[in-house]
């Protein structure tokens, strides 16, 4: 598999399943033979991962991203060795409040992905500036403003556009019946926003959201118009 296809789910997945180190192997840098350069991406997926790690709690010397080529089976072999000393010097994650933090990311990872996309996006070729792509207090706000989706009663139309569209079915709904999003399953995309063109879905930062109406109060007030 490409490098280029490395995911936060995939590293994060791994983790919150219990493994105690990941290895990521690409192609040596501008060495692919794709104008997609997957290794540039891999490597600032790996950083971010850190980052994460990091962030709660978990030591980010647990991932390990190298490059080489299929000629390099002494230098695989050398990185893995190392690599396995230093998990097991590190011990297993265990259960505990890592785990679920691990499941929060899992979670959060379309909202981390959207947040992220321009730095991930960046082609790297200065190693000195690796440490720093992502920052310490850029995670920090990261986690710190997760925003949550909100469908206002009283302009919700019930067309049923975002109920449709969420990738995890978060959305209860149905015709004439306003729409609520269960927040507890909400991944933050963003999606049921993009999608809902009577402006009902608000994004909220840093306050609570409101509780949903009652379900004798559900009906809309104005039905979408065709």
């Not at 990521?24 to 950083?47: D, M, P, Q, S, W």
């Not at 000393?85 to 409040?97: A, F, Q, S, W, Y």
């Not at 082609?123 to 792509?133: M, Q, V």
Request: proline share 6%; charged share 30%; hydrophobic share 40%.
């Amino acid at each position: 598999m490409c490098a280029g296809r490395v995911d936060l789910k995939h590293i994060f997945y791994a983790f919150s399943k219990g493994v105690d180190g990941v290895l990521i192997v690409g192609c040596r840098l501008n060495e692919c033979k794709f104008i997609t350069e997957g290794n540039y991406h891999a490597l600032n997926v790996a950083l971010l991962s850190k980052r994460i790690m990091e962030h709660i709690g978990l030591d980010p010397r647990r991932l390990w991203i190298e490059f080489m080529s299929s000629a390099d089976g002494v230098l695989f072999a050398e990185t893995v060795k190392k690599m396995v000393k230093t998990v097991r010097e590190l011990g297993p994650i265990g259960n505990g409040k890592v785990k679920e933090r691990l499941d929060e990311v899992m979670r959060l990872i379309p909202y981390i992905k959207i947040a992220t996309r321009e730095k991930l996006r960046v082609k790297l070729t200065d190693p000195s500036k690796w440490e720093e792509h992502f920052t310490k207090e850029e995670i920090e706000d990261l986690f710190k403003n997760v925003p949550s989706y909100w469908i206002d009663p009283e302009e919700c139309r019930a067309c049923m556009a975002c109920l449709r569209r969420c990738p995890v079915g978060a959305i209860d709904g149905g015709k004439k019946l306003i729409h609520v999003i269960r927040q507890e399953e909400c991944i933050k995309c963003g999606t049921c926003a993009e999608v809902c063109r009577f402006g009902a879905v608000k994004k909220l930062v840093g306050q609570p959201v409101p509780p949903p109406p009652p379900e004798d109060m559900r009906t809309v007030k104005k039905a979408a118009e065709a």
